[in-house]
């Protein structure tokens, strides 16, 4: 959704959305029905979790130290994801913005100021564009994709949150 600001060679060079830890596997997008079954059918490993979403199963050894990285199992390490732009998880494509739900259950949407490619400048670009432009698609999404939408996290910065006239 934001190419235009973040360019794909920016995305490729750096990977860290697409690098987990045991404590960041959580990370780990949710997978929209129709694409679970045609990962599943390539041999993608895959996983359910407690909320009954689906995501890309990750690999940690047994013996791995907390630190251990693991990529995602759609990441080829010399040219970046292997799935095409539009049949990418909507997170991934959202990247770094993020769905979120506040504890009083308000939609919000914030931005991972650490991604390297979120200078000053993409940064304003980005916020504009989240809180004018994308922002009826990104309400759209949190509807039809509730499992996309996250808590709140520290790692994030709040963009927009919805107040309570504009809820429908």
């Given at each position: 959704m934001?190419?235009?600001?973040?360019?794909?060679?920016?995305?490729?060079?750096?990977?860290?959305?697409?690098?987990?830890?045991?404590?960041?596997?959580?990370?780990?997008?949710?997978?929209?029905?129709?694409?679970?079954?045609?990962?599943?059918?390539?041999?993608?490993?895959?996983?359910?979790?407690?909320?009954?979403?689906?995501?890309?199963?990750?690999?940690?050894?047994?013996?791995?130290?907390?630190?251990?990285?693991?990529?995602?199992?759609?990441?080829?390490?010399?040219?970046?994801?292997?799935?095409p732009?539009?049949?990418?998880?909507?997170?991934?494509?959202?990247?770094?913005?993020?769905?979120?739900?506040?504890?009083?259950?308000?939609?919000?949407?914030?931005?991972?100021?650490?991604?390297p490619?979120?200078?000053?400048?993409?940064?304003?670009?980005i916020?504009?564009?989240?809180?004018?432009?994308?922002?009826?698609?990104?309400?759209?999404?949190?509807?039809?994709?509730?499992?996309?939408?996250?808590?709140?996290?520290?790692?994030?910065?709040?963009?927009?949150?919805?107040?309570?006239?504009?809820?429908?």
């Open positions: 934001l190419t235009h600001l973040i360019s794909a060679e920016q995305c490729a060079s750096c990977r860290l959305c697409c690098n987990f830890q045991r404590t960041s596997a959580w990370e780990t997008p949710a997978l929209a029905p129709g694409l679970v079954e045609r990962l599943r059918a390539q041999g993608i490993p895959l996983c359910v979790r407690e909320d009954g979403s689906t995501t890309f199963a990750l690999h940690f050894p047994a013996d791995a130290p907390e630190n251990f990285c693991t990529n995602c199992p759609v990441l080829n390490p010399a040219i970046g994801c292997t799935l732009r539009s049949s990418r998880p909507i997170e991934c494509r959202l990247w770094p913005l993020r769905i979120m739900r506040t504890p009083s259950g308000a939609l919000a949407f914030g931005l991972y100021d650490a991604c490619a979120v200078s000053p400048a993409v940064r304003e670009q916020i504009r564009e989240a809180t004018s432009i994308l922002l009826p698609e990104l309400r759209r999404i949190a509807n039809e994709h509730p499992c996309t939408v996250r808590p709140i996290h520290p790692a994030y910065s709040i963009i927009w949150e919805e107040t309570p006239q504009q809820t429908h």
